[in-house]
């Protein structure tokens, strides 16, 4: 059985804007439809091969846990048109991708490279950084408490404070951190008006490529120097442990390892960002659920959680079939795309009750937005973390936050999450007693 | 009953502790399993990792 989507109903999926709308009411319309109807479909959008689309939690933890089935290496690992599929190719030589990062890595590649850093991301080892975090998340909340109610939580605390936990992990100074903060905008919202790069033309698929490969090139040339420096002198930075990784008894080669330090300098913090700011406006349009986490804090690990879920910042991986495969009674040929929607799995009714319902005391709470499988996301413990600290310290010194304005949603298809999060608030009484 | 102190199982995957104490309940696996009375057939609760995956963590 080969069921097609109407391509009128998934062609909105395939555009970044329809992810900037609202609170992304309308993708999640448009996939509690497909969930229904098309749990799993094939899309034929003009422009685009062919792409299955996954929606159902099962059927994603399945293509994900067959990761010798559903290659990552072989194509374009996120929603990729025929044009800028050639474009790259004729770029690179014949690559699916200018970067090779774990995300875009098979096995036994992916394993080799994910061990040189694995185990400094065990929460065993996280949890070590829990005072340094939180140091960090008091100076966030302290300057962004000083700049008073309507200031905008996403671009002041939610995008920057995770950024330099990372970024420091890494070994990268903060005066540092705005242009690598800004070469992740560029590289995961190409398409966003306000957080592409300047200048550069959204429309032009020639010219996506071009930023992808300005992006990289500017990584490189920061990282090269850095790694070679930490090759003679090793540092006690996550850049020293890749700079002097092996990989079959030698140093990463040059591309693996700029994509590596890429992929932890742009993902070790985008999600996070977004799910925070998520958050924040979440509780800001919820009052009832604002006072509930502020009054029982036993509650946060589970708000984070759920939070998570609520996000899921990373909208879609695609991956490719090395052979034919039967999944929800569809025939999967070999070669074909598989698009995993990891928004609407954390949304899929079958796996979670009442899945538009935000419940932090939701149990179990085994989400997708870190995917599943062995390329679950390395830095999950840490983002736990972040996102802990900052709300424990955070939420005391607030009686109540209100959105100053409407929020925004980027425009993307692949990272998405609130750009702007404007917030008033008020502070708790002891709070304003100690600052008076 | 082993009068040994509860152990803990570490997936090398993703950093999911099996802890021999707690057991996963909900799963059906009861507080105070041992990791070998485990299922072989387990899978790792975060990542799907088989059992194969896990190392004893040193405390």
Redesign the interface.
């Given at each position: 059985m080969r069921t097609k989507i109407p391509v009128e109903l998934i062609e909105p999926a395939f555009n970044p804007a329809t992810f900037g709308i609202g609170r992304r009411e309308a993708i999640d319309n448009l996939f509690r439809r497909l969930r229904k109807d098309y749990p799993l479909g094939l899309a034929e959008v003009p422009g685009y091969d062919p792409h299955w689309i996954v929606t159902k939690y099962n059927d994603i933890r399945e293509v994900t846990s067959h990761d010798s089935v559903f290659h990552s290496a072989d194509r374009s690992k996120t929603l990729a048109s025929q044009i800028a599929e050639k474009l790259m190719r004729d770029y690179t030589g014949g690559l699916p991708t200018i970067f090779k990062t774990l995300v875009h890595m098979d096995d036994p590649e992916h394993a080799k490279h994910r061990a040189v850093t694995q185990a400094r991301f065990y929460p065993q080892v996280i949890a070590k950084l829990e005072p340094w975090v939180r140091e960090k998340a008091r100076r966030y909340i302290d300057e962004f408490i000083e700049k008073g109610p309507g200031t905008d939580f996403a671009t002041e605390l939610a995008f920057p404070y995770p950024a330099e936990v990372v970024l420091s992990i890494l070994g990268f100074p903060r005066e540092d951190h705005t242009k690598l903060l800004d070469l992740t905008h560029w590289l995961f919202c190409y398409a966003d008006p306000d957080l592409c790069r300047p200048g550069a033309n959204i429309t032009d698929p020639q010219e996506i490529i071009r930023t992808w490969d300005i992006v990289y090139n500017e990584f490189k040339d920061y990282f090269l120097p850095r790694v070679l420096a930490r090759r003679k002198c090793p540092m006690d930075d996550l850049t020293s442990v890749i700079a002097n990784g092996e990989v079959d008894g030698c140093p990463i080669n040059e591309r693996n390892l700029v994509s590596y330090l890429v992929i932890l300098a742009t993902a070790g913090h985008d999600s996070s960002a977004a799910t925070t700011a998520m958050t924040m406006w979440t509780m800001a349009e919820n009052p009832a659920l604002f006072h509930r986490i502020k009054e029982n804090p036993q509650l946060l690990p589970g708000f984070v959680e759920e939070s998570i879920r609520w996000a899921s910042p990373v909208q879609q991986f695609v991956r490719s079939a090395t052979q034919d495969y039967t999944l929800r009674g569809q025939d999967i040929k070999k070669g074909e795309l598989v698009y995993l929607s990891y928004v609407s799995g954390n949304r899929d009714e079958e796996a979670f009750k009442d899945p538009f319902t935000f419940d932090p005391e939701r149990k179990p709470n085994r989400h997708l937005a870190f995917s599943y499988g062995p390329h679950i996301c390395l830095g999950q413990h840490l983002a736990r973390l972040e996102m802990r600290v900052l709300w424990e310290e955070l939420l005391p010194r607030l009686e109540s936050v209100e959105m100053a304005a409407p929020g925004k949603f980027t425009e993307s298809e692949f990272v998405c999450g609130p750009k702007s999060v404007p917030i008033n608030f008020k502070l708790a009484k002891q709070v304003e007693r100690a600052v008076a | 009953m082993s009068d040994q102190p509860y152990r803990r199982y570490?997936c090398?995957?993703?950093?999911e502790?099996y802890d021999e104490a707690l057991g996963v309940p909900?799963l059906g696996v009861a507080p105070g399993t041992r990791w070998e009375d485990v299922p072989d057939d387990w899978t790792c609760?975060?990542?799907?990792?088989p059992k194969s995956e896990y190392v004893l963590?040193e405390d």
């Open positions: - | 570490q090398v995957i993703c950093g502790i909900e609760v975060d990542c799907g990792a963590l």
